[in-house]
Nanobody, 116 residues
C-alpha cells in the first residue's frame, strides 16, 4: 500500500534552514505529482509546494523564494528545502500524493518549529 514517511523537522531559529524529506513506497513514484502541505494549530491545512512528474514546481505565495521542492525519482523521495524560516512557518509538514482516482494519501507529518 501507499506509504509516505516524512523526516527532517525540528527546532530552528528565525532565519535558519531545514530540509524535509518524504520517502515514498507502494506506487510508481515517477508517475505522481508530489506535494507538501502544512498545518498549524487552529489553522486550516494549506498547500506549500507541489512538483509534477516533469519537475514543474508551484509554491504558495508565502514561501515562494524561500522554499524549494525537488524530487529524486530513483530514491522515490521528495524534498522541501526551507530557508530564511519565519515564525509563521511553524507547523506540521505533511507529504501528499494522489492516485489516478484522485484519492489523497498522507504521511504522518514532521514538526517544524521556528522559535528564538
Amino acid at each position: 500500500q501507499v506509504q509516505l514517511v516524512e523526516s527532517g523537522g525540528g527546532l530552528v531559529q528565525p532565519g535558519g534552514s531545514l530540509r524535509l524529506s518524504c520517502a515514498a513506497s507502494g506506487f510508481v513514484f515517477s508517475s505522481r505529482r508530489m506535494s507538501w502541505y502544512r498545518q498549524a494549530p487552529g489553522k486550516e491545512r494549506e498547500l506549500v509546494a507541489s512538483i509534477g512528474v516533469v519537475g514543474i514546481e508551484t509554491y504558495a505565495d508565502s514561501v515562494r523564494g524561500r522554499f524549494t521542492i525537488s524530487r529524486d525519482d530513483e530514491k522515490s523521495t521528495v524534498y522541501l528545502q526551507m530557508t530564511n524560516l519565519k515564525l509563521d512557518d511553524t507547523a506540521a509538514y505533511l507529504c501528499n500524493t494522489k492516485d489516478a482516482y484522485d484519492r489523497g494519501y498522507w504521511g504522518q507529518g514532521t514538526q517544524v518549529t521556528v522559535s528564538s
